[in-house]
Nanobody, 124 residues
Framework: QVQLVESGGGLVQAGGSLRLSCAAS????????MGWFRQAPGQERNFVSA????????YYADSVKGRFTISRDNAKNTVYLQMNSLKPEDTADYYC?????????????????WGQGTQVTVSS
């Protein structure tokens, strides 16, 4: 089992920045590729970004490319999502997820473990 706990969400004005963190515990963190997804009220959960086991490859949804940066620190068992130039449409609950084999996947069913989410609200 892998336990994931997100933090860093909050309320921010449009144009502002937030950094989300996802702390992992349980099995060896570096054995898992990681992803971030988000779910706005009344909408489906969508892919945001992903990172490979070592962090050498990163992947982004078109909607966040150039504004968000994913990174990981395997020594700290943590994955991060730096979000800049935030827009009201970025408002959502953000979830981190771990996948043993499917690095870079945008498909929810490829991820084995999920966190409980952290809320991000961007005001206009």
């Amino acid at each position: 089992q892998v336990q994931l706990v997100e933090s860093g969400g909050g309320l921010v004005q449009a144009g502002g920045s937030l950094r989300l963190s996802c702390a992992a515990s349980g099995r060896t963190f570096s054995n898992y590729a990681m992803g971030w997804f988000r779910q706005a009220p009344g909408q489906e959960r969508n892919f945001v970004s992903a990172i490979s086991w070592t962090g050498d490859r990163t992947y982004y949804a078109d909607s966040v490319k150039g504004r968000f940066t994913i990174s990981r620190d395997n020594a700290k068992n943590t994955v991060y999502l730096q979000m800049n130039s935030l827009k009201p449409e970025d408002t959502a609950d953000y979830y981190c997820a771990a996948t043993r084999y499917y690095s870079g996947s945008a498909q929810m069913n490829k991820y084995n473990y999920w966190g409980q989410g952290t809320q991000v609200t961007v005001s206009s």
